[in-house]
């Protein structure tokens, strides 16, 4: 049985649960976000992409997605469709413009008002929470009691950063963010007892993959507008174009035909795994700009490319393996066919100094593989 499988308690509420107009108009707002936390990787000095940018990506990127996950999954296990809900998520839409608009790589400048949008985003779903725990009966009451109480720690935590200075604010702000991402996994024996709708979180999900699907086309425009269209600029766009489409292919196709949706679990492989999907979705649309450009070392893009799409293949791999039907589970000769096609493709571009659109080849030859036998 699923590691993650609990009780046959069914939760009517969501049950027929679909994506409202409302969080569609929510995940909106989350793209400007994502847009600015991915063009930190933007920053080159000497041909390399920094230590202190990479962290400041992360940095950026956690509390974007940890932010629209708590919201996310209180919708899929209490959400309704309703004024007092609506009023909730309406007044986090407000929290969001706030952060998204003091989101930079200079964080002093704006650290309080992206504590105040943070702060705010997570307080509203602690409160509603709280909220309906009161209306809530068995494992479900537990559920909505443990959340919304226990939230508040990460939250204090994160607020008492204002008190101090230099590196130890940040600290003590991740510090909190840390133990806010932990307390489901710390609360599992709840969880589970509640388990989420996972065609609701999987599309949830799959709607935030297509914002960050959406950066990559944006680094296509970039590529044709970034010089005089040449064989050269025209052949790297078109066949980035097909990467972005298997990219597409095997995602979706995955989430729709391949996955088990009548699985009931507390979600977190799809929650967690999700966060490495979506750092190594802005790593490679950043890459895609990058390799064209080539303002990087060779050695250190070819680093920083392959090893994006390494970390998709693996996030992507763990997720799907875990809720695909057992008799259509990718095996271990599957593994080691792509880990090796990745393999060759980034050693003989290390032996052979290759143009920019030989290279966007290989990974584009990968992502079409790794679609088809796939899916």
Do not use: C
């Not at 309704?80 to 608009?101: E, G, K, N, W």
């Not at 309906?132 to 939230?151: D, I, P, W």
């Not at 390799?291 to 680093?303: A, D, G, H, R, V």
């Amino acid at each position: 049985m699923n590691k993650e499988a609990t009780t046959n308690q069914h939760h009517p509420a969501s049950s027929d649960r679909k994506v409202t107009w409302l969080e569609l108009f929510y995940d909106l707002l989350f793209v400007a976000a994502v847009s600015k936390a991915g063009h930190v990787l933007l920053h080159v000095e000497n041909g390399y992409i920094s230590f202190e940018y990479l962290m400041k990506f992360v940095l950026i990127f956690v509390p974007i997605w940890w932010a629209w996950v708590g919201q996310s999954l209180f919708v899929n296990r209490f959400g309704q469709d309703i004024l007092s809900h609506r009023i909730f998520l309406i007044l986090q839409l407000f929290f969001v413009l706030i952060m998204t608009a003091s989101l930079s790589v200079d964080f002093d400048q704006y650290y309080v008002p992206f504590l105040i949008g943070y702060i705010g985003l997570r307080a509203m779903t602690a409160i509603q929470y709280l909220a309906v725990h009161k209306k809530e009966e068995s494992h479900r009451k537990n559920t909505a009691r443990y959340l919304g109480s226990r939230f508040w720690i990460g939250l204090a935590i994160s607020s008492l950063s204002l008190f101090f200075d230099s590196w130890i604010r940040y600290a003590v702000l991740y510090a909190g963010i840390a133990v806010d991402i932990l307390l489901p996994i710390l609360g599992r024996r709840y969880l589970v007892k509640s388990p989420i709708h996972t065609h609701h979180l999987l599309e949830r999900f799959s709607l935030f993959t297509l914002i960050l699907l959406g950066e990559s086309v944006i680094s296509i425009l970039a590529v044709l507008q970034s010089s005089y269209w040449t064989w050269q600029s025209i052949l790297f766009a078109s066949l980035t174009f097909v990467l972005i489409i298997a990219m597409w292919w095997q995602y979706f196709d995955n989430v729709e035909k391949k996955v088990n949706k009548s699985l009931e679990t507390a979600g977190q492989t799809i929650i967690y795994g999700h966060l490495f999907i979506y750092l190594s979705m802005s790593m490679i649309a950043a890459s895609i700009q990058l390799l064209f450009l080539e303002q990087l070392n060779y050695t250190f893009m070819l680093s920083f490319i392959f090893g994006s799409v390494l970390l998709y293949f693996f996030s992507t791999s763990l997720v799907f393996h875990k809720y695909r039907h057992a008799h259509q589970r990718l095996g271990g000769a599957h593994l080691a066919f792509f880990l090796g096609l990745l393999g060759v493709f980034f050693i003989v571009d290390l032996l052979f100094l290759l143009p920019n659109y030989i290279i966007i080849g290989e990974v584009m030859v990968f992502f079409v593989v790794y679609a088809k036998l796939t899916t």
